[in-house]
């Protein structure tokens, strides 16, 4: 059974700086990995998804990882501004099933001016 | 690209009464549609996997007779909750996704909140 965790559950950070969130799955198997980005009692936005058969995926500033041997899956972001505060959530999804998604609690990011 | 609409985005409603959520794939057709529910300050949870024209999948827990499903069509799903309870008060948000794509298109969400 597929289950994701991620690292820390929350983060501040002062702007300017580079940092990385974490995502861990316990199961290889996995189809892709998402990476969303949610506001304060928004809907949300997808940022990164990722297949099994790629390593990574880059889109502006945002650089998403996916290693499935080690079950991890990482989230960098560049020169971070307020702009970049959110909750963001990782979600994996393995074949068959509908290839519904499982889900972190996320991290939620706050970046200081 | 894609788009998905959910209407209302927020709704007020006494106990015991029933509220329809929409759920709209506008420029594609979403052969599946996921309906979430999230609490505050947490992640998502999946209540149902819907595919057009099926009888919606439900996970553990989440009661059929209370939350009714219904995907007629490539473009709608409605997500009714039946005789709703305060604690029913959620953030109700869909997916939807075509045959051939990986990822699902989200919905803004719903903000339901029962008196």
């Known amino acids: 059974k597929q289950e994701v965790t991620q690292i820390p559950a929350a983060l501040s950070v002062p702007e300017g700086e580079n940092l990385v969130l974490n995502c861990s799955f316990t199961d290889s198997a996995i189809y892709n990995l998402q990476w969303f980005r949610q506001d304060p009692g928004k809907g949300l936005t997808s940022l990164l998804l990722i297949q099994s058969s790629q390593r990574e995926q880059t889109s502006g500033r945002l650089n998403a990882s996916l290693d499935k041997s080690s079950g991890r899956s990482t989230l960098y972001i560049a020169a971070s501004q307020p702009g970049d505060s959110a909750t963001y959530l990782c979600a994996g999804a393995n074949a068959g099933n509908n290839r519904k998604l499982i889900w972190g609690l996320g991290t939620s990011l706050a970046v200081n001016p | 690209g894609a788009v998905v609409s959910q209407h209302p985005s927020r709704v007020i409603c006494k106990s015991g009464t029933s509220v329809k959520i929409e759920c709209r794939s506008l420029?594609?057709?979403?052969?599946?549609m996921f309906w979430y529910r999230q609490f505050p300050k947490k992640s998502l949870m999946l209540m149902a996997t819907?595919?057009?024209?099926?009888?919606?999948?439900?996970e553990q827990g989440v009661e059929k007779d209370k939350f009714l499903i219904n995907h007629a069509s490539l473009t709608l799903s409605t997500l009714t909750v039946t005789s709703a309870h305060p604690e029913d008060s959620s953030f109700y948000i869909c997916?939807?996704?075509?045959?051939?794509?990986?990822?699902?298109?989200f919905g803004p969400g719903t903000r339901l909140t029962v008196t």
């Open positions: 997916s939807a996704r075509d045959a051939g794509t990986s990822g699902g298109v």
């Open positions: 819907s595919n057009e024209g099926s009888k919606a999948t439900y």
């Open positions: 420029d594609f057709q979403a052969t599946t």
